[in-house]
């Protein structure tokens, strides 16, 4: 089955650069999206499609998808990006949707 | 402005049943895919499963671990989607979500969200 590997908690000061990995076999032949969910709130995706920006999400916000490993990069932190991050994509074997295992970013 | 709204969650032993309904003014939510996730307390997301539009044959799939216990159906006319969930089982535990399924093809992502509602299985 489709794993997701992303690490528990990445930390950052404010202005600074967060890049939160999201490990999966062969993950680069698949597109990933990207989701925000502040404590208490529901999800919001972020990006989508490896590298797109849904309307209202900042540029500082951005994706990348190679190999192994896709990336989520938080550019220029800001105290409001504080928050659980994830990936997902759609396993073509299952037909079903796999999310990664969670990023909490603290801004330190 | 797409909103999604859930209703429904709540308290229930286990082995009892629960309908969580979804509903979806604003858009024309007969052309929409919906998808249900979920998320036990403290833990990620999981995908709980879809319903595609009635013109794209109205099929639906299910994770493993609801497989067979859960059910996801559609009123159009009432713009409404719902989980009837039985057989339910303390590890069910979690807030539900209902969100748009935006499948293309070899992909779909999720956007946007409802506000959840709990449901709790405990005795």
């Known amino acids: 089955s489709n794993v997701l590997t992303q690490p528990p908690s990445v930390s950052v000061a404010p202005g600074k650069t967060a890049r939160i990995p999201c490990g999966g076999n062969?993950?680069?032949?698949?597109?990933v999206h990207w989701y925000q969910q502040r404590p208490g709130q529901a999800p919001v995706l972020v990006i989508y499609?490896?590298?797109d920006r849904p309307s209202g999400i900042p540029e500082r916000f951005s994706g990348s998808n190679s190999e192994n490993t896709a990336t989520l990069t938080i550019s220029r932190v800001e105290a409001g990006d504080e928050a659980d991050y994830y990936c997902q994509v759609w396993d073509s074997t299952t037909d079903h949707y796999v999310f990664g295992t969670g990023t909490k970013v603290t801004v330190l | 402005e797409m909103q999604l709204v859930e209703s429904g969650g709540g308290l229930v032993k286990p082995g009892e049943s629960l309908r969580l309904s979804c509903a979806a003014p604003g858009f024309t939510f007969s052309n929409a895919w919906m998808s249900w996730v979920r998320q036990a307390p403290g833990k990620g997301l999981e995908w709980v499963g879809r319903?595609?539009?009635?013109?794209?044959?109205?099929?639906?799939d299910y994770a493993a671990p609801v497989k067979g216990t859960f059910t996801i159906s559609r009123d159009d006319s009432k713009n409404t989607l719902y989980l009837q969930m039985n057989s339910l089982k303390t590890e069910d535990t979690a807030v539900y979500y209902c969100t748009i399924d935006m499948a293309v093809a070899a992909t779909g992502w999720f956007d946007p969200w409802g506000q959840g509602t709990l449901v709790t299985v405990s005795s």
């Open positions: 499609y490896d590298n």
């Open positions: 062969n993950i680069g032949s698949k597109i």
């Open positions: 319903i595609k539009s009635k013109t794209d044959g109205g099929t639906t």
